[in-house]
């Protein structure tokens, strides 16, 4: 079993950052290759979304239009974690934050990912 802990949502006014991180830990975590680490997010009534994702081999990354330039990715190999930077944060940000990890390749599908966090709520005024 893989466990993903999200931290560092909260509420912050339009214009604002929050950082987010996400630590892998489990019995199985230095066995499970988890080749991608992924950040999704759902807001209330609406489908679990892709956000970005980031490869844990070669660093490459993807990002969902909606927050390029805004939303940066990085992930510490070391420490197993990943983060997600997020500045010029808009109201339509509002969401439920959900780390997600695969192996093999990297994915922008929620379907493809077996581990999930439990999510972070990030709201945003406006």
């Known amino acids: 079993q893989v466990q993903l802990v999200e931290s560092g949502g909260g509420l912050v006014q339009a214009g604002g950052s929050l950082r987010l991180s996400c630590a892998a830990s489990g019995r199985t975590i230095g066995v499970y290759p988890m080749a991608c680490m992924a950040w999704f997010r759902q807001a209330p009534g609406k489908e679990r979304d892709f956000v970005a994702y980031?490869?844990?081999?070669?660093?490459?990354?993807r990002y969902t239009d909606s927050v390029k330039g805004r939303f940066t990715i990085s992930r510490d190999n070391t420490k197993n974690t990943a983060y997600l930077q997020m500045n010029s944060l808009k109201p339509e940000d509002t969401a439920l934050y959900y780390c997600?990890?695969?192996?093999?390749?990297?994915?922008?599908?929620?379907?493809?990912?077996?581990?999930w966090g439990r999510g972070t709520q990030v709201t945003v005024s406006s």
């Open positions: 997600a990890v695969r192996s093999l390749s990297v994915s922008d599908s929620p379907d493809n990912y077996y581990y």
């Open positions: 980031i490869s844990t081999t070669d660093g490459s990354t």
